[in-house]
């Protein structure tokens, strides 16, 4: 069997532990207590014995046996079946767990199914145990202190959060290339915290609705009212994670697009000045050529060419050079090659 715990509580005290839940039923006929049968992924024959003996709804029992349901309330005749999805933080993945846990809640029983690791149910029977007075109230005091437990265990995943947010605005101011990919992963977890903890406004406000109905005590109203709190400061904070990452996303873009702005800025300077690095070698190329390209002509030693014999001829070369090579030098001065 799956069963984590399973106990008959009279007058809130824990009276009896049984073995199985034959005896359970049985104890609860007999000592007019509450029971409170804890399971753990129970496999659709345990869950009908237990479906059948507290008259459950068909459609909870299909929705407690396959699991995947949304955060919920639901009432079925003097039956209440609640739905509430808790959330850890791993801290090495960086990475939120969610789990799932069905409450279902009568006048004298509180059966509650577990598919995940959390939240720890544990703590709760023992804090419920420590406080009579408040067990004794009767499974509307269970269900409030399992509110309480699963909205408790928010507040890490909110640090764990804040924690990776702060981490992403130092890594987006500075220029980090894996940001982006960091930013929409954790924006994914935080829509999704969102999706598990925004239902519970509307669970809780069901629950206070039915206060006077169902002769809820004061005592658990004021309980409630907390875990209301709880809750709303819960789901404003990551409203808020949400808000700040989409920001992020925009500021880091902008951010990435003034860089890349600056690179090309930087690369058209880098080739403006080697454009005229060019220009400059091409012009004293082009006043060095002409003055070769004159001895070249000169310096061939043809017979037949008509300057050969002439006294002249000399000096005309040198000074053609010359000329050729200031004229060269002069337009491209002007044309601020030089």
């Known amino acids: 069997m799956t069963i984590i715990d399973n106990a008959v509580y009279v007058d809130g005290q824990r009276a009896c532990e049984p073995a199985t839940l034959d005896e359970t039923y049985e104890l609860l006929r007999d000592r007019h207590g509450m029971g409170w049968i804890g399971l753990y992924r129970p496999d659709p ?11 459950f709804h068909r459609l909870a029992v299909d929705d407690t046996i396959s699991a995947h349901q949304r955060p919920k309330l639901e009432r079925y005749g003097d039956v209440l079946f609640t739905v509430l999805r808790s959330a850890r933080y791993l801290d090495d993945v960086e990475r939120v767990e969610f789990g799932e846990l069905h409450v279902f809640t009568g006048k004298d029983f509180v059966v509650t199914v577990r598919h995940a690791e959390s939240p720890d149910l544990g703590l709760v029977r023992k804090r419920l145990e420590e406080t009579p007075e408040l067990l004794k109230l009767g499974p509307e005091a269970v269900l409030y202190a399992i509110f309480d437990q699963v909205v408790d265990e928010y507040q890490p995943v909110i640090d764990g959060l804040q924690g990776d947010i702060d981490e992403i605005e130092d890594q987006v101011f500075g220029a ?77 873009a902008t951010l990435v697009g003034q860089r890349q702005n600056e690179e090309t800025q930087r690369l058209s300077e880098l080739s403006l000045r080697q454009n005229e690095e060019v220009k400059r070698i091409s012009s004293w190329a082009a006043i060095l050529f002409a003055p070769t390209l004159v001895g070249t002509i000169y310096g061939m030693n043809f017979v037949h060419m008509p300057e050969l014999n002439w006294q002249l001829g000399y000096p005309f070369a040198v000074v053609l050079m010359f000329l050729v090579s200031v004229g060269l030098y002069t337009i491209f001065k002007k044309k601020g090659w030089l």
């Open 45 to 55: 024959v345990e869950m009908e014995s237990v479906a059948d003996e507290f008259g």
């Open 176 to 252: 980090d290339p894996e940001v982006s990919r960091r930013i929409y992963e954790l924006l994914r977890e935080v829509v999704k915290f969102m999706r598990a903890t925004q239902p519970l406004s509307g669970i809780i406000a069901d629950l206070r609705s039915g206060f006077e109905k169902y002769g809820v005590e004061r005592e658990l109203q004021r309980y409630l009212r907390d875990v209301a709190d709880h809750v709303e400061r819960v789901v404003e904070q990551a409203a808020g994670f949400k808000v700040l990452l989409i920001n992020l996303i925009g500021v880091n």
